[in-house]
């Protein structure tokens, strides 16, 4: 079925381990992974530096409306540049996984700026502790706004957000009881934003008027909490929000849940959601992996996700492109490989549109249940913006991603013309390392032949081998990651 | 250094309304300059997907609204990326473009006269107009900020000279904004990257410098602006760190504000409008205890601070207007 | 939320249609009697109902509006004490000719003001809950059941509005009609068709793929098609009538231009922005409706001139109206609008009733709906594209019957 190329070798797993834990890996990203070898570039994915994204203060400068983030295009560029120029790209997957798990939506927030310092929690807590991030996804003003916690009243709780942490967020469907949703509403009574009346007026009225929006300010107040005596998940006591979180990860059904979340996003396509409760995971043995490592960790996603990355079953063939990529990482992984966005340019709200045009809103999912993923992304017409994207984002030879893969061909073959098949198999090899089926290739090979001779040293060879990088990340195997 | 005589500012007054579609208001504003009859300009450079924000707006002191001129365009007397405005002696206003790096002039009444400019880095050509000043003589400054020097036109747009050049050392630039001209003709740089403000003479021979990297009283996060008033004390906008630092002409600290904006009369107006604004306004507590301290999440979360006060200008001779991009206003200040 | 996970489809070659030439299959179709068609023109931002169907001579008007107001010199009449906004000439035009149905005080219970959730409501008909199927998307499907037709929706814009969002449903999203396709970014006609060619052999299935690569390529496959059908529109257009040049006439155009070309598209979805008047609003919402009424008059000329007027409803509506009384420069969110439909086929005049202005009448400061938009939507559903509305709009909702009774 596939054929052999970029598939066996060391640096094959390094590429995978790239594309689920980043974007992709341009070549000079894949040389420099290469030298460290997979554990070395574990070690690192775990001990990442400086982000070293493109300065904010330049952004800023440039783009008048990235000061406050008001608005999706605003909001979701940002976020865009970082996507795109972080020198940490596995910290924003880190970030997308759980934008996707926890789904907060501007899309009734209104304000961008509050989701921003959402996804800075993620990243500051993403790969820690589940039971600090709960604590501070509790405290998120954006989540508290988003599931109604600001009306969630010692004498007239508001089970929303108590329902949606235990159904959605961290136990799945089964595991609790009504009785358990309100109980854990209570423990979270009295958890709000600072000046609650006027904010939530001003979100629900959608307006900027008078000046701008104020970001919202997390706010404990005792006077409002519930401190009666609850029964929680068969424990009793005057509990806190603190103390339901405690209870909650010592479940044993939240590490399973998360675990299935983690392997969703980073291993393999799983079931929906929704169907969880009915069907169980394709992959019994790495679920089980993972929640070892939780309980062996204090919790920690990181141990978790470590685990499952030193693990045979990642590392096995059928984990290879076992994923239809998310529109973030069709927009950001292409964007990366072609080296965008080196300084401020209009072009970051057309990629963020696009990311959007293909179903994925950068902070706007359409519901709390956050998007479906696998072949739910897959349209007639999110195929032609995904198609479209990539291909106009290659299809430029003097951007500094295509000139570099541009060179390396030239300096592979000093003697000028390059046959077909292996200028094929070089594109291959430095779009990431990307498989392709038996018919993609030869198909891809014929394009070339009617193109003529290639000579990379040229400006007609840099043409036609552009063209040739265009039709790559058109092909079906570039939609799997 | 605290000394009886030092100087500051007091708050008085708000004008300002956020008008993403255009009309009396502004929206991100990034500009402000005051005519001689007391008019005030504000240009807003509004943002992506409310195009119709894009223009300059005119008011005075008293809140009087009289209309708005130019928008996002292209065409002749248009603006895609507007960054800086000045008016001169005869009232002719001249408007930067970033993007279509030009110098636009519109007549007293606001109508379009000409305009110059093509990209490059030789003589007389720009990458990145940004600050606007017109100095002792009536010729116009013009901050050209990617090729890191302040080149000087006549008031038609013939080149004349230009001094700076990229780097960190004296008379050097990194990015530079914000400009002006102080009553005694001594030319005020906004050193954007290089976090400190540098002084000319009216023929651009280097004077000092000042400031550094920090918070602290007397460094500078990123200056965007100075204003230099008839006393020469000198009023630094801290484009980062939101908050106005005053100096005396010696560099001596004088203060620092951080901006207390109420309800000017358009935004009354519009709460009045919405009744539920208004009764979830009487419970709002404009200070709420905070869990951040860094200073941007500050201003974000606190409406009356600065939130990125871009540019700062005195009016009269003893006031001083400071305008606020995320904002969509300006703060009025008496020095005292 | 209903499990969405679907069975892939396994073998596109099963239909050969998908395979054929575009242009035969179209003269197969060509002779084929017309079916109705629904294109909807939606006004996002919020279109200010007051000051487009002006109650220009009632005092509480005169009052709430003391700072802008459509004055006496500029509405333009109507009747019934009304009048338009003065952007609304060529609208004017066509309620003269009978063919507009103006829908009063129309919304839905529990108000929201934000722009995303109104419309989200008024996309997926479903207020009590964040809907995950949009109306139309819903109605395409039963339409053409199997998705044999990847046209049968065309929405022009970029992206994909939630009222035509429906999982398995084929929709085509249009920017610009005279570039529709795929690989737009190919450098040079020619290398773009060759690389057209290399696109469809690589995306044919092998044997043995796989579910997911085989679904890839029947959906990629499924796209180019679709772009090879609406690329011939344009070509095969002809029309004497000049149309506005302003983004809205454009869609409109496209519309004309693929019914024309008779490819079995059914629901058409065009987008007019800007609608947001917080400011500025006497010069804004002007512009804005010269621009959708003059195009509007030359989409209702351009049917008139191909004779397929009869075939054709729009619906023109807005994700709210606004507050009732004004900020000074502007008007900021409200509830109770105002929709349209307008086609040879509809029955013009006045439905439901303006609502209240009085103070004691109103809510939080809004005008109170009168009429549940999703029975104008059963309305256009059941009488115009002869569907089963219930399921879709969620329940029984009282009709307004637009339509003459002819149709």
Redesign the interface.
């Known amino acids: 079925m596939a054929t052999a190329t970029n598939i066996g070798t060391e640096l094959d797993l390094i590429a995978h381990l790239l594309r689920r834990t980043g974007f992709g890996a341009t070549p000079g990203e894949l040389e420099e992974a290469g030298a460290l070898g997979y554990e070395g570039t574990l070690d690192r994915l775990f001990n990442p530096g400086d982000a070293d994204a493109l300065p904010v203060d330049l952004i800023r400068r440039y783009h008048a409306d990235h000061n406050d983030l008001r608005i999706p295009p605003s909001s979701g560029s940002f976020w865009m540049y970082r996507l795109v120029t972080t020198k940490t790209p596995f910290e924003e997957k880190i970030a997308l996984f759980w934008h996707r798990v926890f789904a907060t939506g501007q899309t009734k927030v209104i304000q961008g700026k509050v989701m921003i310092s959402q996804i800075d929690m993620f990243r500051k807590y993403g790969l820690g502790s589940f039971r600090d991030l709960l604590i501070q996804l509790s405290k998120d003003p954006a989540m508290i706004l988003w599931l109604d916690n600001q009306d969630n009243h010692k004498d007239n709780i508001n089970e929303n957000y108590g329902r949606e942490i235990l159904e959605l967020f961290a136990m799945g469907v089964g595991n609790y009881t009504e009785d358990d949703v309100k109980e854990c509403a209570r423990a979270f009574t009295g958890w709000t934003i600072a000046n609650m009346p006027y904010m939530s007026t001003k979100m629900r009225n959608n307006t900027l008027r008078p000046y701008g929006y104020i970001a919202w300010q997390f706010e404990y107040d005792e006077s409002d909490h519930d401190d009666g005596e609850k029964t929680f998940l068969g424990e009793t006591g005057n509990f806190t929000g603190e103390d339901v979180i405690d209870i909650i990860c010592k479940n044993p059904a939240t590490p399973l849940f998360v675990a299935r979340h983690l392997y969703h996003h980073f291993v393999a396509d799983e079931l929906p959601v929704p169907q969880w409760p009915f069907e169980g995971p394709k992959d019994p043995e790495a679920i089980q992996l993972m929640v070892d490592a939780y309980f062996a960790n204090d919790y920690s996603i990181g141990a978790m996700l470590r685990a499952m990355f030193e693990s045979d079953i990642f590392k096995s063939e059928s984990k290879r492109f076992a994923r239809i990529k998310s529109p973030a990482e069709v927009v950001v992984g292409t964007l990366r490989l072609a080296g965008d966005f080196d300084w401020p340019t209009d072009d970051v709200y057309k990629a963020t549109a696009a990311c959007n045009y293909m179903g994925q809103q950068l902070l706007g999912p359409t519901s709390v249940e956050g998007w479906m993923g696998g072949d739910d992304w897959i349209s007639t017409g999110s195929m032609v913006q995904r198609i479209n994207f990539a291909s106009d984002t290659i299809g430029n030879p003097d951007k500094r991603g295509i000139k570099a893969i541009i060179g390396r061909i030239a300096d592979r073959h000093p003697s000028g013309n390059v046959d077909p098949e292996a200028l094929v198999e070089d594109c291959l090899d430095l779009v990431g390392r990307l498989r392709v089926e038996d018919g993609t290739q030869e198909g891809l090979v014929e394009f070339v032949r009617e193109q003529g001779d290639v000579d990379p040293a040229t400006e007609d060879g840099a043409g036609k081998i552009t063209s040739l990088l265009q039709l790559i990340v058109s092909t079906r195997e570039y939609q799997l990651a | 250094m605290t000394t009886e005589t030092q100087k500051q500012l007091k708050y008085i007054d708000t004008n300002?309304?956020?008008?993403?579609?255009?009309?009396?208001?502004y929206h991100?504003p990034?500009d402000i300059a005051v005519r001689k009859d007391g008019l005030i300009y504000v240009l807003s450079?509004?943002?992506?997907?409310?195009l119709?924000g894009t223009g300059i707006s005119v008011t005075d002191i008293d809140h009087h609204?009289h209309g708005e001129f130019s928008g996002y365009g292209t065409a002749d007397g248009q603006m895609q990326?507007g960054t800086a405005i000045a008016i001169d002696s005869s009232d002719r206003l001249f408007l930067a473009d970033e993007k279509m790096q030009r110098i636009t002039i519109f007549d007293l009444d606001n109508n379009y006269v000409s305009h110059w400019g093509t990209a490059g880095s030789g003589p007389g050509e720009f990458d990145g107009p940004s600050g606007l000043s017109i100095d002792a003589d009536g010729n116009l400054l013009v901050v050209d900020h990617k090729n890191h020097r302040v080149q000087r036109y006549t008031a038609d747009g013939e080149y004349i000279d230009s001094f700076g050049s990229e780097g960190s050392a004296s008379g050097q630039f990194n990015?530079p904004?914000g400009i002006t001209t102080a009553p005694d003709g001594t030319i005020y740089v906004a050193d954007?990257?290089n976090d400190r403000i540098q002084r000319f003479t009216s023929d651009g021979v280097f004077i000092d410098a000042h400031g550094d990297s920090g918070e602290g009283d007397g460094q500078f996060s990123?200056p965007s602006s100075v204003a230099v008033d008839h006393d020469g004390f000198i009023y630094v906008a801290d484009w980062?760190n939101q908050r106005v630092q005053v100096f005396d002409k010696e560099w001596n600290f004088q203060t620092i504000v951080r901006g207390e904006?109420g309800?000017?009369p358009?935004?009354a107006?519009?709460?009045d409008?919405?009744?539920?604004?208004k009764?979830?306004?009487e419970?709002?507590?404009p200070y709420?205890?905070?869990?951040v301290d860094e200073l941007y999440?500050v201003s974000?979360?606190?409406?009356p601070y600065f939130?990125?006060p871009v540019s700062v200008t005195t009016y009269g001779d003893d006031r001083l207007l400071v305008l606020e991009?995320?904002?969509?206003?300006f703060q009025i200040f008496e020095t005292v | 939320m209903a499990l969405r996970w679907r069975p892939v489809a396994m073998d596109g070659r099963d239909n050969p249609d998908i395979y054929g030439d575009p242009n035969v299959q179209m003269e197969e179709t060509m002779a084929e009697q017309r079916e109705k068609v629904l294109v909807i023109v939606q006004l996002s931002g919020g279109n200010d109902y007051l000051n487009c169907i002006v109650p220009w001579e009632d005092p509480m008007y005169q009052d709430v509006r003391s700072g802008i107001r459509i004055t006496e010199e500029d509405v333009i009449p109507l009747d019934n004490g009304l009048g338009l906004n003065p952007g609304m000439g060529a609208f004017k035009e066509l309620y003269d000719q009978d063919r507009v149905a103006i829908i009063h005080g129309i919304g839905y219970p529990t108000p929201s003001r934000s722009h995303f959730r109104s419309m989200d409501i008024w996309h997926t008909a479903t207020p009590d809950r964040v809907g995950d199927e949009g109306w139309l998307g819903q109605a395409v499907r039963q339409l053409d059941p199997t998705g044999s037709n990847v046209v049968t929706a065309v929405n022009f814009g970029n992206g994909l509005p939630r009222a035509l969002a429906a999982p398995g449903v084929p929709v085509a999203s249009v920017g610009d009609l005279d570039d529709y396709g795929l690989l737009t970014g190919m450098s040079g006609a020619a290398q773009r068709e060759k690389a057209l060619a290399a696109f469809s052999r690589i995306y044919t299935p092998g044997v043995g793929s796989g579910m997911v690569m085989d679904y890839l390529g029947k959906t990629g496959l499924d796209a180019l098609k679709g772009a090879d059908i609406l690329k011939q529109a344009p070509k095969m257009y002809e029309s004497t009538v000049e149309y506005p040049d302003n983004s809205i006439a454009k869609a409109l155009k496209g519309v004309a231009q693929v019914h024309f070309a008779n490819l079995g598209t059914r629901v058409f979805y065009t987008t007019s922005g800007g609608w947001d008047t917080h400011t500025n609003e006497i010069s804004l919402q002007r512009g804005l409706w010269e621009e959708v009424s003059t195009g509007l008059r030359a989409f209702f000329q351009d049917l008139e001139e191909h004779d397929l007027g009869p075939e054709v409803t729009v619906l023109v509506f807005s994700e709210f109206g606004r507050r009732v009384k004004d900020n000074g420069n502007g008007t900021d969110h409200g509830s109770g609008g105002v929709s349209f439909v307008i086609g040879d086929s509809v029955k013009g005049g006045h439905y439901s009733e303006y609502p209240s202005l009085d103070v004691g009448r109103l809510i939080e400061g809004d005008l109170q709906y009168n009429f549940d938009f999703r029975g104008l939507y059963t309305d256009l559903l059941e009488d115009w594209l002869d569907l089963d509305a219930r399921e879709i709009v969620g329940g029984n909702f009282e009709k307004i019957s637009p339509f003459a009774v002819a149709v």
């Open positions: 300002g309304f956020g008008a993403a579609q255009g009309g009396r208001g991100f990034v450079r509004s943002g992506q997907g409310s119709n609204w990326w990015y904004w954007w990257r990123r980062q904006a309800l000017s358009w935004a107006e519009y709460i409008a919405n009744k539920d604004e009764i979830a306004r419970v709002f507590n709420p205890k905070l869990d999440e974000a979360r606190t409406e939130w990125v991009t995320a904002r969509h206003r």
